[in-house]
């Protein structure tokens, strides 16, 4: 029985973790679709896809972080003990 709640708990926490990651990622590099309200060739879409994506590249280490904070406290509140 504790190796099914540490197999859902671990699923549990690797699913936020991965999901924390991927999902500050893709708000950052997406950020322009959002907020864009398009206008034309005149429009800012364009220059803020120039500035998002390196961005979001620059931010992947800051991404990492938070998902091992998550991981971290998922870990200590879900994680069965005996």
């Known amino acids: 029985m504790l190796l099914l709640k540490r197999v859902?708990?671990?699923?549990?926490?690797?699913?936020?973790?991965v999901?924390?990651?991927i999902g500050l990622y893709a708000l950052i590099?997406?950020?322009?679709t959002i907020t864009c309200h398009g206008?034309?060739?005149?429009?800012?879409?364009g220059e803020g896809y120039l500035a998002s994506l390196p961005i979001a590249l620059l931010t992947i280490p800051l991404d990492?972080?938070?998902?091992f904070f998550v991981c971290k406290l998922l870990a200590s509140?879900?994680?069965?003990e005996r």
């Open 8 to 17: 859902i708990a671990g699923t549990i926490i690797a699913a936020f973790t």
């Open 39 to 45: 206008g034309g060739s005149g429009g800012n879409c």
């Open 64 to 67: 990492l972080v938070a998902a």
């Open 19 to 21: 999901v924390t990651a």
């Open 29 to 32: 590099a997406f950020f322009p």
């Open 77 to 80: 509140g879900l994680w069965p």
